[in-house]
């Protein structure tokens, strides 16, 4: 599986972006999917995942109410919409996927998932 993140750019403090992640597979439903940041000089940290089969969908704290994970299935693409950005929201956002439904915190981890995008960049910055 392949995927491909977009949507990154420069946006102003207070403003929005909307990230996409597309997938090669035709079967991305069926796929847990994840978002991950990381900032300079820092490790690759959590920001948002939803589990595939029952939908729930988990938030690290900083984001929580400003970032929606969403998904159009027949598009096979998951969205991350972000509203309300901080300068500390600046980073490379990357998506990932497993074919598997893990509890709330093993979402967390990097390591448990087999795919990931390359990454867009995202700035905060008057």
């Known amino acids: 599986v392949q995927l491909q993140a977009s949507g990154g750019g420069l946006v102003q403090p207070g403003g929005s972006l909307r990230l996409s992640c597309a997938a090669s597979t035709r079967t991305f439903n069926t796929y847990s999917v994840g978002w991950f940041r990381q900032a300079p000089g820092k490790e690759r940290s959590f920001v948002a995942a939803q589990r595939w089969n029952d939908r729930n969908t988990f938030y690290a704290t900083s984001v929580k109410g400003r970032f929606s994970l969403s998904r159009d299935n027949a598009a096979n693409t998951v969205f991350l919409q972000m509203n309300s950005l901080k300068p500390e929201d600046t980073a490379v956002y990357y998506c990932?996927?497993?074919?598997?439904?893990?509890?709330?915190?093993?979402?967390?981890?990097?390591?448990?998932?087999?795919?990931w995008g390359q990454g867009t960049l995202v700035t905060v910055s008057s």
């Open positions: 990932a996927a497993v074919r598997k439904a893990y509890n709330a915190g093993s979402y967390y981890t990097p390591d448990n998932y087999d795919y």
